[in-house]
């Protein structure tokens, strides 16, 4: 409600995802930057919620994610394609009827994401989105696997694990390709709540003991990027409220960032 889907945001969407599904409604119409041509690549879906009767103040916040509810609760049920909630904040916002208190791992990666600049034509970002389809599908690759090891084995041993040296790699092989189509991007940090129902938790008895080990955080450095930032990955576990409808799935959320990278500022880093 505080300000609108930036266009640096929409690349990231664009690049790194096979399809996305940003809902609208009649009650507030949000456009976004260049919907047209997004919605005519076929690279954003906008699906119309239309609520009736008269809503204000509040009620009109709760629409918006009402939206997202609607259209994420119709999605999920396809089990053959992998829907996750994306929101651009530190904390997943949800409405009450469809929060679930649930025990997760959350896998926070820095300065991880190249993505172009505002001003690269869209065309130009799908374009090189197809012809790096094999870089970025390695890297998801790279990251599911990160997410399993974080899920059966979540320790600090991670560090000394290939699968990490794997995802420096491609991380480094990924900025290195996009810097030479685009100079200048910026760096989008990804954070993902991960499903500890479930799992095989081999370090800790039960749940909570794997909760309480990881009360305090802690961070592995896996990669040195163009501009001398550096990729890290921060692993932490807790209860948090999470989506309803997506209980059963591995990866609960996504939430994004770009504050790291100096695109945005603090105050201006609420869900949309």
């Known amino acids: 409600m505080e300000r609108g889907i930036s266009s640096q945001e929409l690349r990231y969407y664009v690049m790194y995802?096979?399809?996305v599904v940003i809902p609208n409604n009649n009650l507030i119409g949000f456009g976004i930057p260049e919907e047209d041509e997004l919605i005519q690549s076929g690279a954003v879906e906008r699906p119309r919620v239309n609520f009736i009767g008269a809503y204000g103040g509040d009620q009109l916040t709760?629409?918006?994610l009402s939206c997202q509810t609607e259209v994420a609760e119709e999605l999920l049920k396809d089990k053959t394609k992998d829907w996750v909630i994306h929101q651009f904040s530190?904390?997943?916002?949800?409405?009450d009827k469809v929060i679930k208190e649930q025990e997760t791992i959350r896998v926070d990666l820095a300065n991880v994401l190249p993505v172009p600049d505002a001003n690269v034509p869209i065309n130009e970002v799908l374009e090189f989105k197809e012809r790096r389809k094999d870089?970025?599908?390695a890297l998801h690759q790279e990251l599911d696997a990160l997410y399993k090891e974080a899920l059966q084995a979540p320790d600090t041993d991670l560090e000394t694990r290939k699968v990490v040296s794997d995802l420096s790699q491609r991380i480094r092989d990924l900025d290195r390709v996009s810097n030479e189509r685009f100079p200048g991007n910026r760096k989008f940090d990804l954070a993902v709540e991960l499903n500890v129902n479930g799992m095989n938790i081999t370090k800790g008895v039960a749940y909570g003991s794997a909760i309480d080990f990881f009360a305090t955080a802690y961070t592995i450095p896996i990669a040195t990027v163009v501009g001398g930032l550096a990729s890290t990955i921060t692993v932490t576990a807790r209860a948090t409220k999470t989506f309803e409808p997506a209980k059963e799935?591995?990866?609960l959320a996504y939430l994004g960032s770009a504050?790291?990278?100096g695109l945005?500022?603090?105050t201006?880093?609420?869900t949309v």
């Open 135 to 137: 870089e970025l599908g």
């Open 259 to 261: 504050m790291n990278a």
């Open 17 to 19: 995802w096979d399809r």
């Open 90 to 95: 530190s904390e997943c916002a949800l409405l």
């Open 264 to 266: 945005l500022n603090q």
């Open 62 to 64: 709760e629409a918006v």
């Open 268 to 270: 201006n880093s609420k």
């Open 249 to 251: 799935n591995d990866k």
